[in-house]
């Protein structure tokens, strides 16, 4: 896949992984259709790229709403002639277990992570599988995508959904000429922490962000890096890209020593919510 001159539809651009992914993909050649629910932080991003010379279409859309991500997907072919590259960047974080988690909580995970993604697939790929053309899916997941773990129920239920969901549309896309990449970035310093749902902390919800935001500060892992795993992914059409060294290791070690991943999970979880 060629990112030079082709079209990029990144979700959730505004922000985080999404911002730079949109930041990457235009100093690389890209013409760039953004969308995210943050209309302010989206117009932002535009104007910052457009000053620098860049080809940008955004328009506010919350993927969870299938109307919203059909009409930008019509916009995307109207005005840029349709997507060569979609990357799925949207989404949000939840901690609590399945005892503390609300049907509604469950509803806004699931729309947002997984049904967002499927919504996004599913009106781009008309645009992206032509006879023909190379093309390219970047979904990112996490890795609790692939890691069993308990505290994060319901945004772990959505991310094992988005893992195997990547697999799968790679199965159905062989032979089309469109790739699917699934990246899984680990523990990434961005602003999701600030706007995570916590349920079953009670009164230390407050305790929980502030550890957690502590924690990933102090990891100093940024969303650049992630930006420059997905291009790479996109140029060599990597089935999977495992972005940070504890992803990586958290990969394999599942894999070959699950019992054992299992007990990190734990320890880190009564780490977690001890400190509420």
Same mark, same amino acid.
């Given at each position: 896949?060629?990112?030079?001159?082709?079209?990029?539809?990144?979700?959730?651009?505004? /922000? #985080?992984?999404?911002?730079?992914? +949109?930041?990457?993909?235009?100093?690389? %050649?890209?013409?760039? &259709? $953004?969308?995210?629910?943050?209309?302010?932080?989206?117009?932002?991003?535009?104007?910052?790229?457009?000053?620098?010379?860049?080809?940008?279409?955004?328009?506010?859309?919350?993927?969870?709403?299938?109307?919203?991500?059909?009409?930008?997907?019509?916009?995307?072919?109207?005005?840029?002639?349709?997507?060569?590259?979609?990357?799925?960047?949207?989404?949000?974080?939840?901690?609590?277990?399945?005892?503390?988690?609300?049907?509604?909580?469950?509803?806004?995970?699931?729309?947002?992570?997984?049904?967002?993604?499927?919504?996004?697939?599913?009106?781009?790929?008309?645009?992206?599988?032509?006879?023909?053309?190379?093309?390219?899916?970047?979904?990112?997941?996490?890795?609790?995508?692939?890691?069993?773990? /308990? #505290?994060?129920?319901?945004?772990? +239920?959505?991310?094992?959904?988005?893992? %195997?969901?990547?697999? &799968? $549309?790679?199965?159905?896309?062989?032979?089309?000429?469109?790739?699917?990449?699934?990246?899984?970035?680990?523990?990434?310093?961005?602003?999701?922490?600030?706007?995570?749902?916590?349920?079953?902390?009670?009164?230390?919800?407050?305790?929980?962000?502030?550890?957690?935001?502590?924690?990933?500060?102090?990891?100093?892992?940024?969303?650049?890096?992630?930006?420059?795993?997905?291009?790479?992914?996109?140029?060599?059409?990597?089935?999977?890209?495992?972005?940070?060294?504890?992803?990586?290791?958290?990969?394999?070690?599942?894999?070959?020593?699950?019992?054992?991943?299992?007990?990190?999970?734990?320890?880190?979880?009564?780490?977690?919510?001890?400190?509420?």
């Amino acid at each position: 896949m060629i990112i030079q001159g082709a079209t990029a539809v990144v979700t959730g651009a505004a /922000g #985080g992984i999404g911002r730079e992914v +949109a930041r990457a993909l235009a100093r690389r %050649g890209s013409r760039l &259709a $953004l969308c995210d629910v943050d209309a302010p932080a989206l117009e932002r991003l535009c104007n910052e790229l457009r000053q620098a010379g860049h080809d940008v279409f955004a328009e506010p859309t919350d993927i969870a709403d299938r109307e919203q991500i059909r009409h930008f997907a019509e916009s995307v072919s109207e005005r840029m002639g349709g997507a060569d590259i979609l990357v799925n960047c949207a989404g949000v974080y939840m901690c609590g277990t399945a005892r503390d988690i609300s049907l509604d909580d469950w509803d806004w995970v699931i729309s947002v992570n997984l049904l967002g993604v499927i919504h996004t697939c599913h009106f781009f790929l008309p645009q992206l599988a032509v006879a023909g053309k190379r093309a390219h899916i970047c979904n990112i997941v996490s890795m609790y995508g692939f890691w069993p773990s /308990g #505290g994060v129920t319901g945004y772990l +239920a959505s991310k094992f959904g988005v893992f %195997g969901y990547s697999h &799968a $549309l790679a199965e159905d896309l062989r032979g089309t000429g469109v790739g699917v990449s699934t990246v899984c970035p680990g523990m990434i310093n961005t602003g999701i922490i600030e706007t995570m749902r916590i349920r079953g902390a009670g009164a230390g919800a407050e305790c929980v962000r502030s550890t957690l935001r502590q924690k990933y500060a102090s990891r100093g892992y940024g969303p650049q890096r992630v930006a420059a795993a997905v291009t790479n992914g996109i140029e060599k059409d990597k089935r999977l890209v495992l972005v940070s060294p504890e992803a990586r290791f958290i990969y394999y070690l599942e894999r070959f020593w699950p019992w054992f991943s299992r007990r990190i999970a734990r320890s880190a979880t009564r780490r977690l919510f001890r400190a509420s």
